[in-house]
């Protein structure tokens, strides 16, 4: 398995990403990925339209998608893997999620409405899917001139506290493990570094997500070994977890993210490629 090189976590134009799904394979094939993920936000879609193409480039490509959900109040990401797309207990958790968030969208910009012209009014000619988030409020706010960059629409306007956020009353984690282990798929903690909360209630969390019949954790999203990776590294190892990775990758230009860049995966884990039912 010298030519292995995975990721199994990343975005197209149909959640949030900048790419067509077949411009993503064409990345991952530049960039020598042999199997890949598609994770798209509260859908299938990407996907199930990358397929046929990632099978003419030679790509194992594994169905996937990233669900929103929470736990004690915090908006927790949980990737589903191996997934039956067929499944109509997880496709219904997914449309009622995509449902959610136009219910927010249409509330953000009514809120917006305040202080300038309706952003759905650009948003809306370019969605490519019946996704929508806060990160195309984002790139509205950016290409108005309103701010430079998404960490400063963030900052400014899109984060709990600003001007334009809305909250969601997302599905429990454990609602949501149950929906991808109905369609047969691997549940897995989403960059669980980056969730605001300390290390004894991020414990607390991955407990409950285990209890639930969660199976994994990403343990590597970054380009280089960090303390973060080791720290997730022993959890997958304390909670009985399997070890995925992916770079959340959703546009070339945000470098920090490529597609595929992705450090080793440290000794002593399990692996979630070996539990999928074509193991790799």
């Keep these: 398995m010298s030519d292995f090189k995975a990721d199994?976590?990343?975005h197209t134009h149909i959640s949030d990403g900048s790419l067509s799904p077949e411009a993503l394979i064409t990345l991952a094939k530049e960039r020598q990925v042999t199997h890949l993920s598609i994770t798209d936000h509260d859908t299938t879609l990407g996907y199930e339209l990358a397929k046929p193409f990632a099978d003419e480039q030679g790509i194992t490509l594994i169905s996937g998608t990233e669900i929103s959900c929470q736990w004690q109040g915090h908006t927790i990401h949980v990737v589903g893997l191996d997934v039956d797309v067929s499944n109509s207990d997880l496709q219904?958790?997914?449309?009622m999620n995509r449902v959610k968030r136009w219910l927010r969208a249409f509330e953000m910009d009514t809120k917006a409405q305040k202080r300038f012209p309706s952003l759905l009014t650009d948003i809306l000619p370019k969605l490519e899917s019946g996704m929508i988030g806060r990160n195309h409020f984002a790139h509205a706010?950016?290409?108005?001139?309103?701010?430079n960059d998404q960490p400063k629409a963030f900052d400014r306007y899109l984060k709990k506290g600003r001007?334009?956020?809305v909250p969601v009353?997302?599905?429990d984690i454990t609602e949501v493990v149950e929906?991808?282990?109905s369609a047969g798929g691997i549940a897995v903690i989403a960059h669980p570094h980056i969730y605001k909360m300390g290390a004894n209630k991020l414990n607390k969390m991955i407990e409950t997500f285990r209890d639930a019949g969660g199976q994994a954790i990403e343990v590597v999203n970054q380009p280089r070994v960090c303390s973060d990776q080791m720290g997730m590294a022993d959890r997958a190892k304390r909670f009985g977890l399997y070890a995925s990775l992916g770079s959340d990758f959703h546009r070339p230009e945000q470098s920090w993210r490529g597609l595929g860049w992705l450090s080793p995966m440290p000794n002593g884990v399990d692996p979630v490629w070996n539990h999928f039912?074509?193991?790799v």
Excluded: M, S
């Design 8 to 10: 199994f976590h990343c």
């Design 141 to 147: 706010l950016i290409e108005r001139g309103i701010v």
């Design 92 to 95: 219904n958790g997914l449309k």
């Design 169 to 171: 009353d997302w599905p």
């Design 163 to 165: 001007p334009l956020y």
């Design 277 to 279: 039912k074509t193991p």
């Design 179 to 181: 929906w991808i282990l």
